[in-house]
């Protein structure tokens, strides 16, 4: 089956799958560091380093599985807890757009740690409808 990657950091999520018997056909990370280690772990073929906001959906390669490193900070305990009222929190809405777009039979999201709790579980709310 053939996998799309959103936030995908170093790759960490993508090696589970490969060594799964996955294929990565594309992947899309925007943090220069963590774009440079996925490189040294994967090569040089499908990484891209745009926005995610600039990508079309129609320039992405068709894919069965999307998995995304779901951009936590917003939610997580760990962080600062803003939810959608930081711009971080906001690119789930572009998993939601190219799910909408490209209808994967899979998706896998990155478990955050406070999601279910965050604001009284609107968030999640939010997230499960915008992918139901």
Not at 19 to 45: C, L, M, P, S
Not at 78 to 84: I, V, Y
Request: glycine residues 8%.
């Amino acid at each position: 089956m053939k996998v799309c990657s959103l936030f995908s950091g170093i790759g960490g999520i993508d090696l589970g799958f490969q060594q799964a018997g996955f294929e990565i056909v594309w992947a899309n990370e925007f943090d220069r560091d963590a774009a440079k280690t996925y490189r040294h772990n994967f090569g040089d073929t499908y990484l891209s380093e745009q926005n995610i906001r600039n990508v079309r959906t129609e320039d992405i390669p068709d894919f069965d599985v999307l998995v995304a490193g779901f951009p936590c900070q917003s939610f997580s305990s760990a962080g600062k807890q803003k939810g959608f009222d930081d711009p971080r929190g906001n690119l789930f809405f572009e998993i939601a757009r190219i799910v909408k777009d490209k209808r994967p039979s899979v998706i896998f999201l990155e478990n955050v740690a406070n999601l279910l709790e965050h604001d009284e579980g609107k968030s999640f709310l939010t997230v499960y409808n915008a992918l139901a």
